[in-house]
């Protein structure tokens, strides 16, 4: 029984894992669909190659950072247990690098391909998995200090914090570190329209998310024993919730619409073990408005070109995800409790407060030494020719 309940665990994270490894093909996608047809090799190649750096960053200092574990022994001891630990690393890498593919959406369409990636191994290399250590592994008694003052520990089930609120907050200095794209803000206060290249293609990089997500949601549990149907009802219910608040708020934009469902599953992942699927449903909600609300801000009136909107995404949803479970997660709204507002309030200020130091000097030492951004000529001609050397649809193709 042992050994069938160690592979049966074995087998659920690695399922989990498979799942979350096909959202990123939804980060690519999504990002294809936003960016201008000139920009759209580098959005598909950029999710690629930041993939394998943030798994080589992660697997050889990352996950030890995060837990205190490493690989460097002999195959046999890593096979042990079906290999569970090994299988755990690969779910866990895919949250790991789901940040530089979050920040990837933000500085898009004009951001230099080499210092991004020199930026993704510090980032899931060190400054992601700090946190993650903090948050998930008990590093420094932090949580055991936020019990004591509050009467919990901070709870994030699946990550709005940890992951996307983390990632969407490094991603704003990056963004105001890196600057607009070229006359999107005219010197007659005018803006210029960047209008995504394909819906079809941003509405397949949502699905693929969406679906993705209830990987990423249920299979947190990280074990088949603690597996909750609670979990996909409530991811079900933020999703429906985020789509229909971003559909009224949005007035029928596709853009928003299939953001929409992306903003509820953000804000739901720290307490979707907990809530009452009502309480998901609302929480959803208020994140699909926020999206609309905050991306609308963000672009007309403070003028910060962030391409995807991941700052409002994932940052501020990601941060209303964390201070919701401690509202929604309690006993009182229907939830099953275990947690409180003050935990959850200080572990999400804390995990903001981290990312933004965190953003601002990686970015800001890589701005200062190597550049951040293409040159004019570069940005004008795409960073398709700039960078690889081939556009999406080539306008002269072999006849023969």
């Known amino acids: 029984m042992e050994a069938l309940k160690q592979g049966a665990d074995a087998l659920f994270i690695l399922l989990g894992g498979i799942m ?10 999504l990002e294809l669909g936003t960016v201008r047809r000139k920009n759209q090799v580098n959005a598909l190649v ?4 930041d993939f394998s750096v943030s798994t080589v960053a992660y697997f050889l200092v990352g996950y030890g950072v995060a837990y205190g574990t490493h690989f460097f022994v002999g195959a046999e001891e890593l096979a042990a247990r079906n290999g569970y630990e090994l299988v755990r690393f690969f779910f866990l890498l895919t949250f790991a690098a789901a940040i530089p593919a979050i920040i990837s959406g933000g500085i898009a369409e004009r951001a230099r391909f080499w210092p991004q990636l020199m930026a993704t191994a510090v980032i899931v290399g060190f400054i992601y998995p700090f946190f993650e250590g903090i948050a998930w592994n008990q590093h420094f008694g932090v949580q055991a200090w936020l019990k004591s003052l509050t009467g919990a520990e901070f709870h994030d089930f699946a990550g709005s914090v940890v992951v ?19 006359n999107r803000y005219r010197k007659d206060g005018g803006i210029s329209a960047h209008p995504p290249s394909s819906i079809p293609f941003l509405a397949l990089g949502a699905w693929i998310l969406t679906v993705g997500w209830f990987g990423f949601n249920v299979m947190s549990a990280q074990t088949l024993d603690k597996m909750s149907g609670l979990v996909a009802v409530n991811s079900l219910m933020a999703m429906v919730g985020g789509t229909l608040a971003a559909l009224v708020a949005g007035k029928n934009d596709p853009g928003f619409v299939h953001n929409g469902p992306l903003a509820g599953l953000v804000a739901v992942c720290a307490g979707s073990d907990l809530m009452h699927p009502l309480g998901a ?6 994140a699909g408005a926020l999206f609309v609300t905050m991306f609308t801000w963000t672009q007309n009136k403070w003028k910060i ?4 909107g991941v700052w ?11 201070i919701a479970a401690g509202i929604f997660g309690s006993k009182a709204m229907g939830g099953l409790g275990g947690v409180t507002f003050g935990a959850q309030l200080l572990g999400t200020a804390m995990g903001v407060a981290w990312a933004l130091a965190g953003g601002a000097l990686v970015y800001g030492v890589l701005k ?3 550049g951040l951004r293409l040159s004019l000529e570069e940005e ?19 006849n023969w």
Do not use: N, Q
């Open 380 to 398: 004008y001609e795409g960073a398709d020719l700039s960078i690889h050397m081939i556009s999406a649809t080539p306008e002269r193709e072999a």
């Open 164 to 182: 996307h609120a983390v990632g969407g907050w490094i991603a704003l200095p990056a963004v105001i570190l890196l600057g607009a794209r070229a």
């Open 312 to 322: 409002p995404l994932h940052g501020l949803c990601g941060t209303w995800g964390g």
């Open 305 to 308: 070109d962030d391409v995807l």
């Open 46 to 49: 950029k999710i690629l190659v």
């Open 281 to 286: 449903l609302v929480v959803g909600a208020v």
């Open 20 to 29: 979350v490894l096909a959202m990123h093909a939804g980060f690519a996608f």
């Open 368 to 370: 200062k030494t190597l």
